[in-house]
């Protein structure tokens, strides 16, 4: 019994190694509108090293529209673990040894991105308006708390969700 448990274990740990860590999400800014129809609200997300502060809808006139909120995750984190369970109510690995302490000892961790993830959204003040002309809007996003860095960078305002 013990050998089948260090047997299964080892291809475990060995199935483990050869996936290799997860890809680090890249830097990028996506706007559109949020599913099921809702056409007055643009949400914007953004992953990049530095937390989204502001985000503001510029119309053809020039005037502006703030972000209604940025809501901001900055370094997210996870914690995983793969322990070795000896009660035969919860199930898992450790459910093949029956007596004594578990054969290995229970392997966790901790996962921290370094960069933000950062959302925010723009209440529309005039969905008619927008959906008549909204290819000559765009979106100014600032990136960075003042008075530290502050990166500025404006993307074009999405097409709305087809009428229907």
């Known amino acids: 019994m013990r ?21 680090l999400p890249v830097e990028q ?11 007055d609200v643009i949400v914007i997300d953004a992953v990049d090293r530095l937390a989204l502060h502001e985000a503001t809808l510029i119309a053809p006139d020039g005037s502006t ?7 901001v995750n900055a370094r997210p984190r996870s914690d995983y673990r793969l ?4 009660d035969p109510t919860h199930g898992g690995i ?11 000892p229970a392997v966790q961790g901790e996962g921290q991105l370094l960069t933000t993830i950062s959302k925010a959204s ?12 909204w290819q000559h809007y765009r979106i100014r996003l600032d990136f960075g708390v003042p008075p530290g ?6 993307i074009a305002a999405p097409e709305p969700p087809a009428a229907g």
Not at 83 to 86: A, E, I, K, L, N
Not at 94 to 104: E, N
Not at 122 to 133: E, G, K, N, Q, W
């Open 65 to 71: 529209v703030p972000a209604d909120g940025v809501d």
């Open 83 to 86: 322990g070795t369970r000896t």
């Open 94 to 104: 450790g459910d093949l040894v029956q007596t004594g302490p578990p054969i290995i």
């Open 122 to 133: 723009i209440t529309l003040p005039d969905p008619v308006a927008y959906r008549h002309d």
């Open 29 to 39: 800014v996506t706007a559109g509108f949020p599913p099921h129809g809702i056409t």
């Open 3 to 23: 050998r089948t448990f260090v047997l299964i274990s080892l291809m475990l740990l060995a199935a483990c190694e050869g996936s290799g860590p997860a890809p």
């Open 149 to 154: 860095a502050v990166e500025t960078q404006e």
